[in-house]
């Protein structure tokens, strides 16, 4: 269901519920308004419920790497006065061969609230995604990613130098006429293997495919898992090109739509995805999300 006001959404989730929520990045100014979390959580404190901002550290090395840096970003991006729980990598639960947070898990009851937006992989990021990356520690993302992480091979660089240019985080240096790259710290963006111009930089056909499986393979491994009541709602507001993991994550791409919500967060997304095309038909790459889409149906 569609609502204009984030205020008129009824939530009756109790006990100790996590809102699970991307907080953004340092500098991030398009993720959820902390004033729209502020009216679910009193929403919540209502039912007699205890409510705690949760989520997972990043896989790439900016500030949001640790729970210290995340919970500084959560307090800078106006989450304060908030409880907010940044979950440790070291308690999870496999799942699917994937490694879920296990103190997300460990919660009653659970509001999945996303802002829907382009995401550099999947086209667009909502439910799913922040439930199948979000509710993963570092050793999941890093499984769901390796995939995509990109090859080299050494025969066809030029070291024209395209690559680390485009490396959003920095992890690949020409050193003596070397190519260098860290793959321990490679988030699979393939922004290298998209500027390379020569094929030595590459990955496999399948890889992106491979990875939309993972990840909604985790996605639905949490959910089948959790044990509460889960609610969704997507934020279809300040819809920009790109991912609230950035700091600018580029120009808003569609008017405001409002807050949707639904029992299924593929088909919450997908009928985002819908809104969104009718707004603006050229506001992301939807081919990306119909093939993302399409496999992900696999698991829900």
């Known amino acids: 269901m569609l609502y204009r006001r984030i205020d008129d959404i009824p939530v009756k989730l109790s006990g100790r519920v996590a809102i699970k929520l991307h907080m953004g990045e340092a500098g991030n100014k398009t993720h959820v308004s902390p004033s729209d979390v502020r009216v679910l959580v009193d929403k919540i404190k209502e039912n007699g419920g205890e409510p705690f901002l ?79 990356m979000g509710c993963v520690v570092k050793d999941g993302k890093r499984k769901i990613h390796f995939p995509t992480f990109p090859k080299y091979n050494e025969s066809k660089c030029i070291l024209c130098g395209s690559c680390a240019k485009s490396c959003p985080i920095n992890i ?98 997908s009928e985002s995805v819908e809104m969104i095309k009718k707004k603006n038909p050229d506001a992301l790459d939807f081919d990306t999300w119909e093939l993302f889409e399409r496999i992900a149906k696999k698991h829900f």
């Open 54 to 132: 949760v989520d997972t550290t990043t896989l790439y090395p900016m500030r949001r790497y640790t729970v210290e840096g995340y919970q500084e970003v959560a307090r800078e991006n106006g989450f304060g006065k908030l409880n907010v729980v940044i979950a440790k990598d070291d308690v999870f639960e496999e799942i699917n061969g994937i490694k879920l947070s296990k103190e997300i898990l460990g919660m009653d009851s659970l509001l999945i609230l996303s802002h829907g937006k382009g995401h550099g992989l999947t086209a667009f990021g909502g439910a799913v995604k922040n439930i199948g």
């Open 172 to 269: 690949i240096k020409i050193n003596n006429n070397k190519l260098e790259i860290n793959l321990n710290k490679c988030m699979g963006c393939r922004a290298c293997v998209i500027a390379c111009k020569t094929g030595a930089m590459w990955t496999p056909d399948n890889a992106i495919e491979q990875t939309f499986d993972l990840l909604s393979l985790a996605a639905k491994g949490f959910i089948s898992r959790f044990k509460g009541d889960i609610q969704y709602i997507n934020v279809l507001k300040n819809i920009t090109e790109h991912c609230d993991c950035m700091p600018d994550p580029g120009p808003v791409v569609c008017d405001d739509i409002g807050y949707l919500t639904g029992n299924d967060p593929l088909k919450l997304d």
